[in-house]
């Protein structure tokens, strides 16, 4: 079983940055790929960006100049920095993980609890 746990959501004012965390727990092959996903109230669960151990990456068009997503494999971590923020940024962001990019995009085995993200105008 892997566990995944986000820290690092909070306020911020628009233009702003935060950087979200997600401590994995174990490297497996069922957690080879890490993605982050966001869902704003009354919407659908989106995929945001998603890195792979070797390092290969994957950004929504939406968020790819502002958003970057990286990893520390040492720390089993990876990291979503996310500068020059918009109210329309305000989502839970989550913490997910799969055996491939594919698959965590489709279909992750495994999710963390969520950090809430706001963003004000």
């Known amino acids: 079983q892997v566990q995944l746990v986000e820290s690092g959501g909070g306020l911020v004012q628009a233009g702003g940055s935060l950087r979200l965390s997600c401590a994995v727990s174990?490297?497996?092959?069922?957690?080879?790929?890490t993605g982050w996903f966001r869902q704003a109230p009354g919407k659908e669960r989106e995929f945001v960006a998603a890195?792979?151990?070797?390092?290969?990456?994957r950004n929504e068009d939406s968020v790819k100049d502002r958003f970057t997503i990286s990893r520390d494999n040492a720390k089993n971590t990876v990291y979503l920095q996310m500068n020059s923020l918009k109210p329309e940024d305000t989502a839970v962001y989550y913490c997910?993980?799969?055996?491939?990019?594919?698959?965590?995009?489709?279909?992750?085995?495994?999710w963390g609890q969520g950090t809430q993200v706001t963003v004000s105008s």
């Open positions: 997910a993980a799969a055996s491939s990019l594919v698959m965590v995009m489709r279909s992750p085995s495994y």
């Open positions: 174990r490297r497996s092959f069922s957690s080879e790929v």
């Open positions: 890195i792979g151990w070797s390092g290969i990456t």
